[in-house]
């Protein structure tokens, strides 16, 4: 998907940014750059690669210790 100079404006004005024309340029470069990084990721090889499991992914048990009353809460 190539990003263009009104692709950009639109979003500015949603956002409700203001942009010069050096800004739209800097922007639509960066943009593509990121565009030519994403090309090299569609082209590695992952067929026969298995999925990742990070330890970060199981979830802890939440255990309830009570409610903290305002005051207490802003000492934590």
């Known amino acids: 998907m190539m990003i263009d100079e009104a692709m950009i404006q ?16 800097l922007i639509k470069e960066e943009f593509s750059a990121y565009e030519e990084m994403l090309k090299v ?6 067929e ?3 999925e990742m499991i990070s330890p970060a992914t199981v979830l802890r048990e939440d255990k309830e210790d009570g409610m903290a009353v305002l005051p207490q809460a802003v000492k934590k």
């Open 41 to 46: 990721f569609d082209r590695i090889d992952t």
């Open 10 to 25: 639109k979003l500015a004005e949603y956002l409700r940014f203001r942009l010069d024309e050096e800004d739209i340029l």
């Open 48 to 50: 026969n690669t298995e």
